[in-house]
C-alpha cells in the first residue's frame, strides 16, 4: 500500500521539473531533502512518473554519496577520511564518536538522533581532522572534545 501523501509530494517534486528525465537529480534532490533520504516507494514513483526503469532511478541514487537509502537521524555527522585528516588521527576521531553513540560509520542511533557517515576528502585538508555536523564544520577535532560538541546536538 502506497503512502498517499508521499505520492503526492513525489508528484510535485516531478513535476517541477517538468517531469523531465533531465531533472531526476534535481528530483531525488528534493526528495533527500524532504525526507532526509530517498524512500524505496517515491523511487519507485520517480521511475513510473519518468518511464524509464526502476533500476535506472536506483543506479542514480546509489552513484551520489549526497543521497541516501536508509533513513538518517535528525543530525548527520561527517568524519573525513581522507588522507590528510587520516595522518592527523581522523580515525581516533571516528572511534570516539563510534564510541559515544555506540554506532558504527552508515549506521543511526537507536534514537534517531544522530547518523554517522565517514567519507573521503571533504576539501578542507588544513583543517583536520575534520568533523561536520548538518553542514557545520568542526576543524582540528580531537578526540576529547567530541563529548562537548556532540552535546551542542543532544538537547531537545
Ligand atoms: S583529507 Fe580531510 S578534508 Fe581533505
Do not use: W
Not at 508528484?11 to 517531469?19: E, F, K, N, T, W
Not at 534517531?112 to 582540528?140: H, K, Q, R, S, W
Amino acid at each position: 500500500m502506497m503512502n498517499a501523501d508521499l505520492i503526492k509530494e513525489v508528484d510535485r517534486i516531478v513535476d517541477l521539473y517538468g517531469g523531465r528525465i533531465t531533472g531526476s537529480i534535481g528530483m531525488l534532490q528534493d526528495i533527500q531533502s524532504r525526507y532526509s533520504y530517498l524512500p524505496r516507494e517515491a523511487l519507485i514513483h520517480v521511475a513510473e512518473r519518468l518511464d524509464v526503469p526502476l533500476s535506472q532511478v536506483f543506479s542514480l541514487a546509489t552513484f551520489y554519496k549526497a543521497f541516501s537509502l536508509r533513513p538518517r537521524g535528525k543530525h548527520l555527522i561527517v568524519v573525513c577520511m581522507g588522507t590528510a585528516c587520516h595522518v592527523r588521527g581522523a580515525t581516533r576521531l571516528v572511534d570516539e564518536i563510534g564510541r559515544k553513540l555506540d554506532i558504527k560509520p552508515g549506521e543511526t542511533t537507536e534514537d534517531n538522533l544522530f547518523t554517522l557517515e565517514a567519507v573521503n576528502c571533504l576539501g578542507a585538508c588544513a583543517l583536520g581532522p575534520l568533523m561536520v555536523i548538518d553542514g557545520e564544520y568542526y576543524g582540528n577535532m580531537a578526540p576529547k572534545k567530541v563529548e562537548s560538541v556532540l552535546g551542542k546536538y543532544s538537547e531537545s
